[in-house]
Protein backbone atom coordinates (compact mmCIF):
# COMPACT_ATOMS: atom_id res chain seq x y z
CA UNK A 1 0.00 0.00 0.00
CA UNK A 2 1.26 3.40 -0.96
CA UNK A 3 1.75 5.51 1.89
CA UNK A 4 1.84 9.29 1.97
CA UNK A 5 5.22 11.02 2.93
CA UNK A 6 5.48 14.21 4.31
CA UNK A 7 6.84 14.96 0.89
CA UNK A 8 3.59 14.17 -0.27
CA UNK A 9 1.59 15.99 1.96
CA UNK A 10 3.21 19.67 1.36
CA UNK A 11 2.27 18.88 -2.39
CA UNK A 12 -1.01 18.44 -1.45
CA UNK A 13 -1.22 21.47 0.12
CA UNK A 14 0.56 23.72 -2.42
CA UNK A 15 -1.96 22.11 -4.81
CA UNK A 16 -4.79 23.41 -2.40
CA UNK A 17 -2.99 26.62 -2.44
CA UNK A 18 -3.93 27.21 -6.37
CA UNK A 19 -7.51 26.68 -6.28
CA UNK A 20 -9.23 29.96 -6.21
CA UNK A 21 -10.81 30.62 -2.78
CA UNK A 22 -14.38 32.14 -4.09
CA UNK A 23 -14.87 28.36 -5.99
CA UNK A 24 -13.76 24.81 -5.46
CA UNK A 25 -13.37 22.40 -8.15
CA UNK A 26 -16.11 20.36 -10.08
CA UNK A 27 -17.37 17.52 -8.86
CA UNK A 28 -18.37 14.22 -9.72
CA UNK A 29 -22.36 13.95 -9.35
CA UNK A 30 -23.74 12.08 -6.97
CA UNK A 31 -26.62 9.62 -7.75
CA UNK A 32 -29.59 10.82 -5.65
CA UNK A 33 -31.45 8.19 -3.75
CA UNK A 34 -34.96 8.13 -5.42
CA UNK A 35 -36.79 10.84 -3.97
CA UNK A 36 -40.07 8.81 -2.80
CA UNK A 37 -37.71 6.17 -0.83
CA UNK A 38 -35.69 9.44 0.67
CA UNK A 39 -38.48 10.51 1.92
CA UNK A 40 -39.18 7.61 3.78
CA UNK A 41 -35.84 7.43 5.54
CA UNK A 42 -34.06 9.06 8.28
CA UNK A 43 -30.47 9.01 9.07
CA UNK A 44 -30.82 6.21 11.27
CA UNK A 45 -31.65 3.71 8.66
CA UNK A 46 -28.22 3.78 7.60
CA UNK A 47 -25.22 1.32 8.47
CA UNK A 48 -21.91 2.98 8.43
CA UNK A 49 -18.50 0.71 9.00
CA UNK A 50 -16.30 1.97 11.94
CA UNK A 51 -12.81 2.78 10.93
CA UNK A 52 -12.05 -0.41 12.97
CA UNK A 53 -13.65 -2.73 11.19
CA UNK A 54 -17.25 -2.80 13.72
CA UNK A 55 -20.39 -2.74 12.80
CA UNK A 56 -21.34 1.36 12.97
CA UNK A 57 -25.23 0.98 12.34
CA UNK A 58 -26.46 5.31 12.39
CA UNK A 59 -29.59 3.99 14.78
CA UNK A 60 -27.03 4.19 17.94
CA UNK A 61 -27.47 7.89 17.39
CA UNK A 62 -31.17 7.85 17.19
CA UNK A 63 -32.01 10.74 20.24
CA UNK A 64 -28.54 12.74 19.59
CA UNK A 65 -27.63 15.78 16.97
CA UNK A 66 -25.40 14.61 14.48
CA UNK A 67 -22.96 16.58 12.98
CA UNK A 68 -22.25 14.29 9.76
CA UNK A 69 -17.88 15.25 8.04
CA UNK A 70 -16.25 14.06 5.34
CA UNK A 71 -12.53 14.69 6.59
CA UNK A 72 -9.11 14.01 4.69
CA UNK A 73 -5.73 13.92 6.68
CA UNK A 74 -3.95 16.07 3.82
CA UNK A 75 -5.78 19.26 3.57
CA UNK A 76 -5.44 22.56 3.90
CA UNK A 77 -8.71 22.18 6.40
CA UNK A 78 -7.85 19.43 7.85
CA UNK A 79 -6.94 22.13 11.10
CA UNK A 80 -10.39 21.85 11.41
CA UNK A 81 -10.14 18.42 13.52
CA UNK A 82 -9.21 20.54 16.21
CA UNK A 83 -11.80 22.68 15.99
CA UNK A 84 -14.85 19.77 15.62
CA UNK A 85 -13.57 17.62 18.66
CA UNK A 86 -13.89 21.16 20.78
CA UNK A 87 -17.48 20.95 19.23
CA UNK A 88 -17.89 17.19 20.67
CA UNK A 89 -16.41 18.12 24.10
CA UNK A 90 -18.70 21.43 24.44
CA UNK A 91 -21.96 19.54 23.15
CA UNK A 92 -21.72 15.49 23.97
CA UNK A 93 -22.77 15.93 27.64
CA UNK A 94 -26.23 17.63 25.90
CA UNK A 95 -26.71 14.81 22.75
CA UNK A 96 -24.59 15.86 20.23
CA UNK A 97 -22.05 13.50 18.33
CA UNK A 98 -19.88 14.09 15.63
CA UNK A 99 -19.02 11.23 12.79
CA UNK A 100 -16.25 11.82 10.67
CA UNK A 101 -16.16 10.08 7.50
CA UNK A 102 -12.68 9.71 5.93
CA UNK A 103 -12.41 10.28 2.24
CA UNK A 104 -10.12 10.45 -0.72
CA UNK A 105 -12.78 11.74 -3.08
CA UNK A 106 -11.07 15.27 -3.35
CA UNK A 107 -7.16 15.28 -4.82
CA UNK A 108 -6.54 11.86 -2.62
CA UNK A 109 -5.98 13.77 -0.13
CA UNK A 110 -6.43 10.95 2.65
CA UNK A 111 -4.46 7.74 3.65
CA UNK A 112 -5.09 4.61 1.44
CA UNK A 113 -5.83 2.36 4.79
CA UNK A 114 -7.87 3.25 7.53
CA UNK A 115 -5.30 2.05 10.17
CA UNK A 116 -3.05 4.63 8.71
CA UNK A 117 -5.98 7.53 9.00
CA UNK A 118 -6.97 6.41 12.53
CA UNK A 119 -3.17 6.54 13.51
CA UNK A 120 -3.26 10.35 12.00
CA UNK A 121 -6.22 10.80 13.69
CA UNK A 122 -5.18 9.78 17.56
CA UNK A 123 -1.31 11.91 16.49
CA UNK A 124 -4.53 14.95 16.25
CA UNK A 125 -6.23 14.40 19.43
CA UNK A 126 -9.55 12.97 17.41
CA UNK A 127 -12.04 11.28 19.59
CA UNK A 128 -14.91 11.62 18.43
CA UNK A 129 -16.66 8.73 15.83
CA UNK A 130 -14.74 7.83 12.86
CA UNK A 131 -16.27 5.73 10.02
CA UNK A 132 -13.86 3.62 7.51
CA UNK A 133 -12.71 5.65 4.49
CA UNK A 134 -15.36 6.28 1.97
CA UNK A 135 -16.65 8.00 -0.99
CA UNK A 136 -19.48 10.67 -0.29
CA UNK A 137 -19.64 12.21 -3.75
CA UNK A 138 -19.61 10.02 -7.45
CA UNK A 139 -21.42 7.23 -8.62
CA UNK A 140 -19.60 4.90 -5.43
CA UNK A 141 -21.17 7.44 -2.82
CA UNK A 142 -22.13 5.56 0.54
CA UNK A 143 -25.83 5.21 0.88
CA UNK A 144 -25.94 8.12 3.26
CA UNK A 145 -24.57 10.53 1.54
CA UNK A 146 -27.25 9.85 -1.86
CA UNK A 147 -29.81 9.96 0.73
CA UNK A 148 -28.37 13.63 1.91
CA UNK A 149 -28.25 14.24 -1.47
CA UNK A 150 -32.11 13.91 -2.48
CA UNK A 151 -32.91 15.78 0.52
CA UNK A 152 -30.95 18.45 0.24
CA UNK A 153 -29.86 18.74 -3.14
CA UNK A 154 -26.96 18.72 -5.26
CA UNK A 155 -26.28 22.13 -4.67
CA UNK A 156 -25.60 21.12 -0.62
CA UNK A 157 -23.46 18.01 -1.54
CA UNK A 158 -19.64 17.88 -0.58
CA UNK A 159 -17.46 19.46 -2.93
CA UNK A 160 -14.38 19.71 -0.82
CA UNK A 161 -13.71 17.59 2.74
CA UNK A 162 -14.86 19.16 6.11
CA UNK A 163 -18.75 19.49 5.07
CA UNK A 164 -20.86 19.03 7.71
CA UNK A 165 -24.49 18.27 7.17
CA UNK A 166 -26.14 18.70 10.52
CA UNK A 167 -28.61 16.05 11.63
CA UNK A 168 -31.36 16.40 13.93
CA UNK A 169 -32.20 14.60 17.25
CA UNK A 170 -35.26 12.87 14.74
CA UNK A 171 -32.52 11.93 12.38
CA UNK A 172 -33.81 14.47 9.30
CA UNK A 173 -31.47 16.44 8.04
CA UNK A 174 -31.43 20.20 9.28
CA UNK A 175 -28.92 21.93 7.14
CA UNK A 176 -25.43 21.47 5.23
CA UNK A 177 -22.51 23.81 5.74
CA UNK A 178 -19.59 23.97 3.68
CA UNK A 179 -16.05 23.40 3.97
CA UNK A 180 -15.00 26.69 4.69
CA UNK A 181 -17.70 27.39 7.57
CA UNK A 182 -15.29 26.62 10.41
CA UNK A 183 -16.29 24.88 13.65
CA UNK A 184 -15.97 27.71 15.55
CA UNK A 185 -18.14 29.69 13.25
CA UNK A 186 -21.31 31.28 14.94
CA UNK A 187 -24.21 30.22 12.26
CA UNK A 188 -22.61 26.39 12.88
CA UNK A 189 -22.74 26.76 16.90
CA UNK A 190 -26.25 28.34 16.69
CA UNK A 191 -27.88 25.46 14.57
CA UNK A 192 -26.09 22.88 16.72
CA UNK A 193 -27.62 24.48 20.16
CA UNK A 194 -31.08 25.29 18.30
CA UNK A 195 -31.27 21.42 17.32
CA UNK A 196 -30.15 20.58 20.83
CA UNK A 197 -33.35 22.26 22.35
CA UNK A 198 -35.49 20.13 20.23
CA UNK A 199 -37.43 17.60 22.29
CA UNK A 200 -35.45 14.19 21.79
CA UNK A 201 -37.88 12.25 19.22
CA UNK A 202 -39.91 9.17 19.75
CA UNK A 203 -38.79 5.62 19.63
Not at 12 to 38: C, K, Q, R, V, Y
Not at 74 to 86: E, I, V
Amino acid sequence: MRKKTVAGALIGLAAFAGIAWAEFPSTPATPPMPAAEAAKRTAWDFNLVAIDGAPMPMKQYRGKVVLLVNTASFCGFTPQYDGLQKLQDGYAAKGFTIVGVPSGDFKNQEYGSNKEIAGFCKTKGVRFPLAEKADVVGPNAIPVYRWAAARLGAENTPRWNFHKYLIGRDGRLIAAFGTRVDPADPKLRGAIEAALKAAPAKA
